[in-house]
């Protein structure tokens, strides 16, 4: 399924296609703002207005916008574009790999992630420990090698930038990154995207130039609520509208299919509280493989719950046992385990602390 189209931001779009017009378009970038404003997105767009064969004139627009048609712009839209590079925090592979194979596995799991991007309007923020480790850059700084592979540009859209990290014994390709934004390759745009900007390194601050993406006006989260989401009843999007607060991704994550992981780990605790019985059959009705997405994401509900029972009082040492056992359970996830048997072992220890 392709990403749904860029709303609003017409002024930052206009200003960007008329930088590029007139070849003043800065080779780093920070796209700052609220969370779900569409930072990502509006990268995307700018890298797809790079790569178009046919840009357009819009209604009322500047020349030079995505024509959103060409193969170019699809591929942008797929997420397969080869020349557009799009970097999101991952989970750190296992230590004991060689650097090269760490490479590798921070390769995979980023083809993961952006898969699910791919099947999903939605994504989440990004969980706790992902980041943009040292083995992503040096990702980062193999594909900057490349000569483009089907136009003239190569974009690095690099999401939630304030999670680039860097670590210590890793200085040279932490370098080599803050020089390529420095003086990028004369092909290359870096577009990063950031809610937290203070937080991310002063040394990289210095090497973009920061962009302020606003909230939408409520008629235009309207407008893809009606259009994007097919609502029809005007009561409902006049609710979902105004608890979004000019932010789409908050728009989508009130709609149906968020709160799946919380009915997950509902489901879950409801099948703790039952007996052995229960809690095998929830535990088999687990997928056998692939303990990272879906299964992570319920054991992260979970621990939402847990913690919410905490802070609501009651015993309260009981509660923290019961999160350090998922904690547990969350760290094997990450690794190559059958989620039956995690949650099996979870739901046996969940039961004894009863
Ligand atoms: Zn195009």
Not at 36 to 55: S, Y
Not at 244 to 254: Q, V
């Amino acid at each position: 399924m392709p990403i749904p189209p860029l709303y609003g931001h017409e002024g930052i779009r206009n200003r960007l296609v008329g930088a590029i017009a007139s070849g003043r378009l800065p080779q780093a970038l920070l796209l700052e703002g609220p969370r779900g404003v569409g930072k990502q997105r509006l990268g995307l767009w700018l890298a797809q207005a790079l790569v178009c064969e046919r840009p357009v004139n819009g209604r009322g627009r500047e020349k030079g916008e995505p024509c959103g048609e060409c193969q170019p712009c699809r591929l942008v839209l797929n997420v397969s574009h080869p020349d557009v590079h799009w970097f999101v925090p991952v989970e750190p592979a296992k230590k004991g790999a060689d650097a090269d194979k760490q490479v590798d596995l921070a390769a995979e799991a980023l083809a993961e992630q952006l898969a699910a991007r791919r099947e999903r309007r939605l994504y989440e923020p990004p969980s706790g420990l992902a980041s943009h480790g040292i083995a992503s850059v040096r990702l980062m700084l193999r594909r900057l090698a490349l000569k483009p592979a089907l136009g003239r540009h190569k974009v690095f859209l690099i999401g939630d930038a304030e999670r680039l990290v860097p670590q210590t014994g890793a200085e040279a390709a932490a370098n080599a990154l803050l020089k390529a934004l420095e003086e990028p390759p004369a092909d290359t745009v870096f577009v990063l995207t950031s809610s937290e900007p203070d937080a991310l390194l002063p040394t990289i601050l210095s090497r973009v130039v920061r962009v302020r993406v606003a909230r939408n006006a409520d008629s235009i989260v309207a407008a893809f609520a009606q259009r994007e989401l097919g609502l029809k009843s005007q009561r409902d999007i006049a609710e979902r509208v105004t608890s979004a607060d000019g932010s789409i991704g908050k728009l989508l994550a009130s709609g149906e299919g968020a709160g799946g992981t919380g009915q997950a780990a509902e489901a879950f605790l409801g099948a703790v509280a039952g007996g052995a019985v229960q809690r095998y059959g929830f535990a088999l009705r687990q997928t056998p493989f692939q303990a990272r997405g879906g299964f992570t994401a319920m054991l992260d509900g979970l621990l939402e719950q847990l913690r919410a029972r905490a802070r609501a009082g009651g015993d309260t040492a009981r509660a923290v046992e019961a999160i350090a056992h998922t904690l547990d359970a969350r760290e094997l996830a990450q690794g190559n385990v059958n989620p039956q048997l995690v949650t099996a072992v979870l739901a046996d220890e969940l039961a004894e602390l009863k």
